[in-house]
């Protein structure tokens, strides 16, 4: 008996099916449904105003996009269980949940853990709540499953996650240079030896892949404009808790206050952290900019007002790092400026971006060949790879200097 299904409208996919069981119940569950408010491009909306879609609509891409890759491996003789792929699909419908608000934005800002830190404690706590029922998928999300290739699926170079934030974030931003063929791509993993491969029919597909993130990086992920913001954002927020660990009674939702109440030399008790982490997202944060926005504190009002108003600071790109001559320069005049009630080290931030679009360092692509050997992409195409780590530096501030 087939098992029923319930039927997700993507506008990406069109229609994606989940089966009822499990993976419906960890969906319906809060800790998922959390993901609802939270913004799968934090501030890029600033740049470009499509970028609404939430990190739900991202991990229901990716679980549609497993389904398909493990149908694919199957029918070349994979050996996958119900059980396998059942945990593969909870891996990866879950990768994201440790996402707080704004996405990365304000990664290690209220938490100094990383998102997959917490993504590994909430599936924990999940595994406890639903019995034991996560077990397989914490392993394969870990990497300790003996079938290395369900891992790659959920986390390597070409995991379901970034086929889905490619294909996603370019179809919200409108940047059709990140448009990729992942339905092809999928069409062509094989598995060689335990270990992810693409027949060699599908190279030139993942040297689009390789080509498309590069852009994506550099005009969207990493645009001057969406740094800007996030560099605001993360200032406000330091800015809130120096006034809040000085005893300043700044008006937010409690379950903020509890995160921007904790010293860094402080130690967080997980359970008690992920408690209020769950109760988190994008929501609190933007009512709080609101409330902020009226303090009587400059800096944190001037951040506030930046932030709601779109009245954002200026982003400059450097081949060099900057120096702190010409950062002195800059400050001199935000005083000038704004005056001696302005904390200048939370208007004026230096500081570097990096990017590698192929980082072969730690997993390669590898492409299978009819004659059966396997050999390294970057051993077989015949375009730049871009494997070279590109690092821009920037120096930030507000425009309206005298």
Known sequence: MTPRKKIFNDPVYGFVSVPHGILLDLIDHPYFQ???????????????????????????????LMQQAIETLRQKGTDITPEEAEGACIAILLHDIGHGPFSHALEHTLA????????????????????????????????????????????????????????????????????ISYDRIITMLDIHEGELVVEEKGIYSIEKFLIARRLMYWQVYLHKTGISAEKMLIHTLRRARELTLAGEELEMPRHLRWFLSWSPSE????????????????????????????????????????????????LEWHSEPITAAFTQSIRQRVLASLGEKAIVEHLVYTGAESNRSYDDSKEQIKILFKNGSVLAIDQCSDVPLYTQLVTKHFICYPKKLL
Do not use: C
Request: aromatic share 12%; charged share 20%.
């Open 34 to 64: 959390r993901l609802r408010r939270i913004r799968q491009l934090g501030l890029s909306s600033y740049v470009y105003p499509g970028a609404l879609h939430t990190r739900f609509h991202h991990a229901l891409g990716a679980l549609h």
């Open 112 to 179: 100094d853990m990383h998102h997959e830190e917490l993504s590994s404690l909430f599936m924990e706590d999940l595994n406890q709540q639903y019995k034991g029922q996560l077990t397989l998928a914490i392993s394969i999300f870990r990497n300790e499953y003996p079938k290395k290739f369900l891992h790659q699926l959920v986390s390597g170079q070409l995991d379901m996650d970034r086929m889905d934030y490619l294909n996603r974030d370019s179809f919200f931003t409108g940047v059709s240079e990140g448009v």
């Open 267 to 314: 130690q967080l008790e997980p359970a008690e952290m992920l408690s209020h982490f769950s109760r988190l997202d994008d929501h609190d944060v933007t009512v709080a900019i609101k409330y902020w926005s009226e303090a009587s504190d400059y800096t944190l009002s001037y951040l506030s007002l930046g932030l709601l108003n779109r009245q954002l600071f200026r």
